[in-house]
């Protein structure tokens, strides 16, 4: 893997991540959506904050960022090449959306970014992971608990699809683990609220 092409597409990847699309969405309408909720620019609290169209707007356009920059990397190389260049680009437009240097640095928690990588890269783990989401949501009603089950879940599926690969699943099982560990590192308050009883819970028909 050529070192400059590498760098470039890790330099392109992170704009495209740092793009605060649910900052940008609220500021349309005249919110600063770090003033509301929990104070996070992603999907969920948009979707709490402004409703359910524009939750679902950011969080496709978050979604769209992770698979474009993905897919910008492994067309940047051949072979084994376009592998480790759609990982790397998959890292770091992760590392954008969470650390936009537009918000000081401070972004979203990166599970929408994440589904746009996890489907360019991976189709079959992200499947599986969807479903152990939609699965806890449906019994919890807590996005972020479903969350976190997702993203703990992810090593898991792509060691159990390993043995169906050809030639292995050694980069992405390594990338799994540590997308892995970064969203529920950045769920940590979430986690917190779980423990303490006092994180927002999905009720049918309203929010509490």
């Not at 928690?109 to 890269?121: E, H, Q, Y």
């Not at 993203?151 to 997308?179: C, E, K, R």
């Not at 529920?184 to 028909?205: D, M």
Request: with cysteine.
């Amino acid at each position: 893997m050529d070192p400059l092409t590498a760098i470039a597409a890790s330099l392109v990847a992170f704009l495209i991540g740092s793009i605060p699309t649910g900052f940008l969405v609220a500021q349309a309408k005249g919110v600063d959506i770090r003033q509301h909720g929990s104070g996070n620019i992603g999907a969920t609290n948009v979707f709490r904050t402004l409703g359910k169209p524009l939750g679902i707007f950011v969080f496709a356009i978050d979604a769209l960022k992770g698979w474009c920059a993905v897919w910008l990397g492994e067309h940047w190389g051949t072979g084994e090449a376009a592998t480790w260049l759609g990982i790397t680009a998959a890292v770091c437009v992760i590392a954008g959306h969470n650390y936009t240097p537009w918000l000081g640095f401070k972004g979203g928690k990166g599970i929408a970014t994440s589904a746009g990588v996890l489907l360019a890269l991976m189709p079959l783990a992200f499947g599986i992971i969807v479903l152990v989401w939609i699965v806890v949501f449906q019994v919890s009603r807590y996005v972020s608990l479903a969350s976190v089950a997702a993203a703990a879940s992810l090593p898991l599926a792509v060691a159990a699809l390993w043995q169906f690969a050809a030639g292995g699943n050694g980069p992405l099982l390594g990338f799994s683990l540590v997308i892995s560990a970064l969203a529920i590192w950045r769920h940590r308050t979430n986690i917190q609220r779980l423990r303490a009883g006092t994180e927002s819970r999905f009720v049918r028909g309203k929010k509490s």
